[in-house]
């Protein structure tokens, strides 16, 4: 049972549009959502993450969206770059059980020149 | 900076063979996660612990063993190996107080064959 969903599994944008990465999730003891950036060939490194208390949160070209009543999330990059082509994976830490942290399957994203 | 080191960064061995992974974190943070990756599946947790001596049954622990020796160090266990088990495996720690549990620091994987 996949317990964080994303959605698409692929996707290509052209450079300078705008991607949007969706994720959801059903456990309410979920309280903090990071999302990582993998590279090939590389590990995975934080981006960006936002926590319960939050609906939206920004840094530089990254935005997620927060939706808490339908337990949705969405990653948006602006003016996408070729550099920001990747495995973007959504997080989620139960803040029960001990903190464990859960992705989902990710989404890979090829951004054309 | 984080520094989480695993090794071997790459292992062979055959069908039934017995494997350790090693993870030594050097960030005095309390939690650390072995997950596995393969392509469709994305990052699955097998094990994780809070502090030494403790370990926690991850969603995909069949298989495999784990024991936190040490705050610094992490091991995976593979007693009796099988191709299933040829994966990606990561290490990961992470500080373990409040909203910043979940902001995982990875190692380099391990990268393991099972023939």
């Known amino acids: 049972q996949q317990q964080v969903r994303q959605s698409p599994q692929s996707l290509t944008v052209w450079e300078g549009e705008t991607t949007i990465l969706n994720c959801s999730y059903e456990d309410s003891t979920f309280d903090y959502f990071p999302w990582y950036r993998q590279f090939p060939g590389k590990s995975p490194a934080l981006l960006i993450a936002?926590?319960?208390?939050?609906n939206k949160k920004e840094d530089g070209r990254f935005t997620i969206f927060f939706n808490k009543r339908e337990k949705k999330l969405s990653l948006h990059i602006t003016d996408s770059q070729p550099g920001d082509s990747a495995t973007y994976f959504c997080a989620a830490r139960r803040g029960t059980n001990a903190y464990k942290v859960i992705f989902g399957k990710g989404t890979h994203l090829h951004v054309l020149p | 900076e984080a520094a989480v080191t695993q090794s071997p960064r790459n292992k062979v061995t055959v069908t039934g063979g017995n494997v350790t992974l090693s993870c030594r974190q050097t960030?005095?943070?309390?939690?650390m996660y072995w997950y596995r990756q393969d392509t469709g599946h994305g990052l699955r947790l097998i094990h994780y612990s809070y502090g030494a001596g403790n370990l926690q049954i991850g969603d995909v622990p069949d298989g495999y063993k784990a024991t936190r020796t040490t705050q610094e160090d992490f091991f995976l266990l593979l007693e009796l190996a099988s191709p299933s088990q040829t994966s990606l495996y990561f290490c990961?720690?992470?500080?373990?107080?409040?909203?910043?549990?979940?902001?995982?620091?990875f190692g380099e994987g391990s990268k393991l064959t099972v023939l």
């Open positions: 960030n005095s943070h309390n939690y």
């Open positions: 990961a720690s992470s500080p373990g107080q409040g909203r910043d549990t979940g902001q995982l620091y």
């Open positions: 936002i926590s319960l208390v939050s």
